[in-house]
């Protein structure tokens, strides 16, 4: 993976959700099944665990939806898009209303750089849940990919008044306002950012970036060299997704 942005993950409280769904007799939560599409198992791990689910035949239709929507997610933090798409397109055929499916999908769109695609899978997650931060979020980010900056920042906005002063999201702002040239915002945003996480690299980075256009070449120096201490190919990421340098 490249750009960060943020999954949607089915396993929290699953086993409550599959209880209702599938009855009574259910007995095994998306733990059981090592299969939450969370970071608790190994991506490897999940991947088995999501299939054993698959075939064992206690869910059909929308309630198999999930063990393919974490299936996806873990072959995507994998970097098998392909196949995590494979996946979220069968979880979206077996529930054409799963917001989760929509929002993975997406993300899976966006790192194959299919823009369109992409913007068009948050906009059916939105529709589906108009309260849904995360999606605002990354559409935002996909929104500046496509150098669409007041949309992105429309986007982040939006996030951020239904999730306020989420880091991820103040970050991709500060990009949307460094890439259009508002430099103050885009350094009180990654400021903002980089008080949750201080060890943000793509904050760092972009500050230091916002920093030196405003002329303050030493300040904007050392964020820049602390990001690359902690992710050295910090650069060549914000050249890729956002033509910086």
């Known amino acids: 993976m490249g750009v960060a942005r943020w999954s949607i993950v089915v396993g929290a409280c699953i086993a409550t959700a599959l209880a209702a769904a599938a009855g009574p007799a259910f007995a095994q939560s998306a733990r059981d099944w090592k299969c939450t599409g969370d970071s608790d198992f190994s991506w490897d791990a999940q991947i088995d665990g999501c299939t054993e689910a698959i075939r064992s035949g206690r869910y059909g239709g929308s309630r198999l939806a999930w ?12 970097g098998e898009n392909e196949l995590a798409l494979d996946d979220y397109n069968e979880a979206i055929r077996l529930d ?62 939006e996030s951020l008044r239904q ?5 991820g999201t103040l970050r991709h702002r500060g990009n949307a306002y460094l890439v259009s040239g508002e430099l103050d915002k885009a350094i009180a945003d990654y400021g903002a950012a980089l008080r949750v996480d201080a060890k943000d690299s793509w904050a760092l ?16 120096e050392a964020d820049i060299a602390a990001a690359k201490e902690i992710d050295p190919d910090i650069g060549a990421s914000f050249e890729r997704y956002y033509g910086l340098k």
């Open 205 to 220: 980075y972009g500050r230091g970036l916002a920093k030196i256009r405003q002329g303050h070449s030493a300040a904007g």
């Open 67 to 78: 063990a393919y929507i974490n299936r996806g997610i873990s072959h995507y933090q994998k």
């Open 96 to 157: 054409p209303e799963s917001v989760n499916a929509y929002d993975n999908r997406a993300n899976v769109y966006s790192e194959m750089e299919d823009h369109d695609r992409a913007i068009s899978d948050y906009n059916e997650s939105i529709r589906l849940r108009p309260n849904n931060p995360a999606a605002y979020n990354n559409r935002c980010d996909e929104w500046l990919q496509m150098r669409r900056f007041q949309s992105a920042i429309s986007d982040c906005n």
């Open 163 to 167: 999730r306020p002063n989420h880091p």
